[in-house]
Each structure stands twice: as C-alpha cells, then as structure tokens.
C-alpha cells in the first residue's frame, strides 16, 4: 500500500525520536528503586496514544505498577482490536558486558541499542505508530483499544485483577500483541504457541556463619558444593529432567505436526556459528527446533553465594542460592510444577544442608488457531509486506498473561512479532534493526485491513 510507505518514509525521524524517549526511561519493574520510572514511562505511553489519535487514555491504578489504558471508536459495529505491550524492562547486568549505555538508545549498523530496544518498547511502540498512520491517512477500519502494562517481566502479578475489575472496558474481538520473534529476518513466521513458566528461588544452608575454609574445610558441608551437586541431579545423561511427576501432563506432539516444525528454515551451523558454541544441547530424541517449541526445560538462571570479590577470602558460606526457571508445554499446570519442584529438592537433599524454596512466579502455556480470521488476517498482512506467506511455530518463550486473558477476557491473542533472535533480549547490548521496526509499522495496518474484511463476511 503506497499511502503506508509514504507515511512511513516522511515521519521515520520522528518515530524514532519519539521512541528514543521511551527508551531512556530506565523503567525496570523488579527493582523498587525505579518505581518512580515506572509511573514516568507509563505516563510518557499515555501522552503518545493520545497524540497519536485516541479519544482517551489514562494512567490506571493496579496493587503493583499502573496500567496504561487508551482507546479510539469509531464505529460500535466494528470490529474492535485490543492491542497489548508492557512498557517493562529487565535489569541491565552485568553492566559491563554492554557496549553502549542501556538506557541512552543510538542507531549503529543499522540497529537500535538500548534495553528495551526489542523487548517489548520498540514492538509495543510499532502499534502506537501505526495506529497514528491509520488515523492520519483516514484508513483506521477497526476500533482500537491499548492496555500497555508494567509488570509482564516479572509475571504480571496484578494484571489479573485488573482485568477482572475491567472486562467490560476490554471487550474486543482480538488481542493484537508484538512481543516475539521471526524466524528469521526474511522469512516471516506467526506465533502460535508460547511455553508457560513456573520461576523459584533456592536457598540451601549449611553452618549458621561463614566460616574459615581451612579450619573447618572438609568438616562441614559447603552450601554452594551441595547446591551445585543438587542441580546436577536434576537432569539425567539424557538430558531429561528427572523430578517425578514433571512429565505426567506434557502432551506428545503428533509426528505430523513435528515434521512440518522441521520444516521451518533452520541451520544447525549457523546457529551454533552465531553463538560461538561447538554442539547444541538438549534432550534426547528430539531436534533443536522441537526442544526449544515443544518440549518442557529447566535451566539455572542465576547462582550465588559466598566470596565473590575481588582477590581471595577463604572463605567456607554459611549459605548458597539459585534461581531456576522451568519453561511448561501446555497442559502444563505451573503451580503444580513449582510443587513439585519443591517436593523434591527437599527430599534430594543431604541431612547435612536445610533447604528451602521459594515460587517467584508463573504461568501457562498457549496455542493459537491457525484458521481464526486473526490468524488469517496477520498471514496475508505478512505476505504483503515480506513478500511470502509466513510460517506458524511454536516459540519457547512464555508470555504468562496470555493464557490469562483467554481465561478472563475470553478473547483469544494474536501473537505477530517482528524481533529476531539476535536481538539479545535480556541479555547486554539488547537491539532492534531499523528495518525490523519499520517492517512492523507497515505491516500492522495490514491486519487492520484484512481483518476488517474477514470479519465483514
């Protein structure tokens, strides 16, 4: 569509300054020292909606961090998309690893560098942007309501609530969200799958101080030697998890569906090239595709105790820590895990230690249908733009909330993302090419238009 492009190409440099205002909000929602970002970054969303065409929009109040909700109608029997984004970041660390300042965002190589440059700013901002391009060229089909919240980084806590105190206010025919990624930068794919996610903290105890490692080394049980060897345990030579129970509710994927899963393009070279490893890893009998789409992990996600300075401490700790995460296929109950989880680091572990566990937070898994007039609408938007039509897949990373909304909303999400997987997400030098963003911008109008359509006939 011409009128996109044109709109696109004049106002590129203000979308991009308007994003880099966004971007220097170091708005991290698991630190309470940047509370004050919080309320900044969620007040600079709603100025944009506003600016950007919407009847409303207000800063509403949540038990955590406040949601930002805006809305344009224009027709009541129109069909109504409800476009979801966080407006939350990840902490930064390790600092150092970063080789520009996070929260200071600068194009370079044909990328945005800065934390939240992805992950969920840069997509979240693609909808604010197209929606102003639909209103400015008088090519806005649908009604449109936002809901950008500020927890989803760390489980959307109050979210919930939330939603129940405000179902009437959200209804909507389809959840729009951009919060994951293509296959590839030329081959575009639609989300139809996200793992859920059960997240505990591990705390393992030995003596009741620190003690000196040599006059009490080899005497007393090291905290971080035990947690070490407790982790350990938890996967077999096989690489499957090892927690009674953990596999009860996994549904088996049929091998019609796992064959055209691998059918997505894939290189085991390049993959393994990009990240400067020699050999995947993962569970036996499965492919790197299937173990990242269709198959439950866990994995340790930070580990600490004792001396970590600089120079030596002998230092033998009174107490070692762990955070793990466990990614859930659907059918996956994640209360359920995190019970077990805990049952069993309890019963695995040595008289010599007290353990305990802590559940941070979780949430289920999702499929979406690849035959609903979002899904169809979102594939030929994509077609247009990228020039063939997108694939469906399976992602391993977890969205917790987006089952919540199909329980609570009952309305059903469309997951059209536009990152890629070198965008270090929650990792240093997050990133987002130029092209990636306007990509997306041009894209979203798109659905607006065949979604109308579909939903017409």
Known sequence: MNYIKKYVEENKDRFLDELFGLLRIPSISSIADHKPDMRKCAEYWKEQILKAGAD???VMETEGHPVVYGEKMIDPSAPTVLVYAHYDVMPVDPIELWNTKPFEPVVKDGKIWARGADDDKGQGFMHAKAFELMLKTNNLPCNVKFM??????VGSPNLGKWLDQNKEMLKADIILVSDTSLLGKDEPSITTGLRGLAYVEVEVTG??????????????????NI??????????????????????DVMDVDPAERAEMNKAPFSKDEYKKALDIKKVWGEKGYTTLERVGIRPTLDVNGIWGGYIGEGAKTVLPSKAYAKISMRLVPNQEHNKIAELFAKHFEAIAPPYVKVKVKPLHGGQGYVSPTDSPAYLAASKAMEDTFGKKPIPYRSGGSIPIISTFEEKLGIKSILMGFGLSSDAIHSPNENYPLEQFFKGIETIPLFYKYFAEIMKK
């Open 207 to 224: 003596p009741n101080a620190d003690l000196h490692s040599g006059l009490f080394g080899g005497a007393v049980a090291n905290p971080i």
């Open 148 to 153: 950008i919240e500020g927890e989803e980084e």
């Open 227 to 248: 947690l070490n060897k407790l982790i350990a345990s938890l996967h077999d030579k096989n690489n499957h998890i090892t927690i009674p129970g953990f596999y009860d």
């Open 56 to 58: 409303k929009a207000e």
